[in-house]
């Protein structure tokens, strides 16, 4: 059974930093390029960062320099560390693992940054 289960999420003032972990399991985690994705109310579904299979970051420009994507196939974590955090970055954070045609979705951590 597949899962990718997210932590991290929270309440933060604007400026502050969070960390979002998400943990794979049942699934070959080395093959998947892993992603977050983010809600916001009302809002699509929107990517954030990715990374692939041999660590390359990719990242939406609205997030450059601010976050950074990380991936420790040891522990078939992923990692978003979120610096400088501004009240549009409040979401529902999903972890995405995708390695065609499969396509997996955690449940999602809400971030939530107060001005």
């Known amino acids: 059974q597949v899962q990718l289960v997210e932590s991290g999420g929270g309440l933060v003032q604007a400026g502050g930093s969070l960390r979002l972990s998400c943990a794979a399991s049942?699934?070959?985690?080395?093959?998947?390029?892993m992603a977050w994705y983010r809600q916001a109310p009302g809002k699509q579904r929107e990517l954030v960062a990715a990374?692939?299979?041999?660590?390359?970051?990719n990242y939406a420009d609205y997030v450059k320099g601010r976050f950074t994507i990380a991936r420790d196939n040891a522990k078939n974590t992923v990692y978003l560390q979120m610096n400088s955090l501004r009240p549009e970055d409040t979401a529902v954070y999903y972890c995405?693992?995708?390695?065609?045609?499969?396509?997996?979705w955690g449940q999602g951590t809400q971030v939530t940054v107060s001005s």
């Open positions: 995405n693992a995708y390695w065609a045609p499969r396509n997996h």
């Open positions: 049942g699934i070959g985690f080395i093959m998947y390029t």
């Open positions: 990374i692939t299979t041999s660590s390359t970051p």
